[in-house]
């Protein structure tokens, strides 16, 4: 597959893609991710599938349902399967413990589902998403719209400032009609504890916090990938 004309950080992402499509089976129900490194291993996987691989796929998003459909793959909705074998998926950022920040693209409700459903949870990435403590990117959090007022304030007692995340002057829509609210919590000293206090404020649908859910993390990084294994 082609590499030469990528920047470092497209090949990263691609070397890291192609790494991660190698753990696939032939028979395999397989997640799909949204955003630009998961673009990468959505070829791939369709490369594939064009070479004899028998697999169906779950996307997403909106948007790699369309990209992954318009390479022929194969796909079903999450509410067809009970267990997914395989997810590819990006990162906004993972730590040493393997746990991210996803949710820059807007897709981590439909993707922590995903995750949920599946047995072994593969992250993709570029070295510029490996931290020592998650936090500089902005934590994002769906949010039902009649609740924006009411979300904001409970981030606020846990010391999470956040705005509503923008498109083309109004607000960025989900593919589950929500809004999305960046909320800024500095350095998140334990992940798992703001993960919980999170999932207990009403009309928030999901947050972008991924905690104890990747299997593997793989970073491309130079010319070669780095395979971190949950241990
Ligand atoms: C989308 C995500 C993406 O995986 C995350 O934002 C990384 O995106 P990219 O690969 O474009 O850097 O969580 O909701």
Same mark, same amino acid.
């Given at each position: 597959?082609?590499?030469?004309?990528?920047?470092?950080?497209?090949?990263?992402?691609?070397?890291?893609?192609?790494?991660?499509?190698?753990?696939?089976?032939?028979? *395999?129900?397989?997640?799909?991710?949204? &955003?630009?490194? =998961?673009? +990468?291993?959505?070829?791939?996987? $369709?490369? /594939?599938? !064009?070479?004899?691989?028998?697999?169906?796929?779950?996307?997403?998003?909106?948007?790699?349902?369309?990209?992954?459909?318009?390479?022929?793959?194969?796909?079903?909705?999450?509410?067809?399967?009970?267990?997914?074998?395989?997810?590819?998926?990006?990162?906004?950022?993972?730590?040493? *413990?393997?746990?991210?920040?996803?949710? &820059?693209?807007? =897709?981590? +409700?439909?993707?922590?589902?995903? $995750?949920? /459903?599946? !047995?072994?949870?593969?992250?993709?990435?570029?070295?510029?998403?490996?931290?020592?403590?998650?936090?500089?990117?902005?934590?994002?959090?769906?949010?039902?719209?009649?609740?924006?007022?009411?979300?904001?304030?409970?981030?606020?007692?846990?010391?999470?400032?956040?705005?509503?995340?923008?498109?083309?002057?109004?607000?960025?829509?989900?593919?589950?009609?929500?809004?999305?609210?960046?909320?800024?919590?500095?350095?998140?000293?334990?992940?798992?504890?703001?993960?919980?206090?999170?999932?207990?404020?009403?009309?928030?649908?999901?947050?972008?916090?991924?905690?104890?859910?990747?299997?593997?993390?793989?970073?491309?990084?130079?010319?070669?990938?780095?395979?971190?294994?949950?241990?």
């Amino acid at each position: 597959m082609e590499t030469q004309s990528l920047d470092i950080k497209d090949l990263e992402k691609k070397i890291a893609a192609l790494e991660a499509v190698k753990y696939i089976k032939n028979n *395999d129900v397989v997640g799909l991710g949204t &955003g630009s490194t =998961a673009f +990468f291993a959505i070829e791939a996987v $369709a490369e /594939l599938v !064009k070479n004899g691989l028998m697999i169906k796929c779950v996307p997403t998003s909106e948007h790699t349902a369309k990209l992954a459909a318009s390479l022929g793959i194969a796909l079903l909705d999450m509410d067809e399967v009970s267990v997914i074998d395989i997810t590819i998926d990006g990162a906004d950022e993972f730590d040493g *413990d393997l746990n991210l920040i996803k949710g &820059g693209g807007g =897709a981590h +409700f439909r993707e922590k589902i995903i $995750a949920c /459903l599946t !047995k072994k949870e593969v992250i993709i990435a570029d070295s510029a998403k490996q931290v020592e403590r998650l936090g500089k990117f902005k934590v994002p959090v769906e949010v039902v719209p009649m609740a924006l007022n009411y979300v904001k304030q409970e981030l606020r007692k846990l010391n999470g400032l956040g705005e509503v995340r923008m498109k083309n002057g109004t607000p960025f829509i989900t593919d589950n009609h929500n809004y999305i609210i960046d909320a800024d919590f500095g350095f998140i000293t334990h992940p798992e504890v703001l993960s919980e206090n999170l999932n207990q404020i009403e009309g928030i649908l999901a947050h972008g916090l991924f905690v104890n859910m990747a299997s593997v993390v793989i970073m491309g990084k130079g010319n070669e990938t780095v395979t971190f294994n949950r241990s």
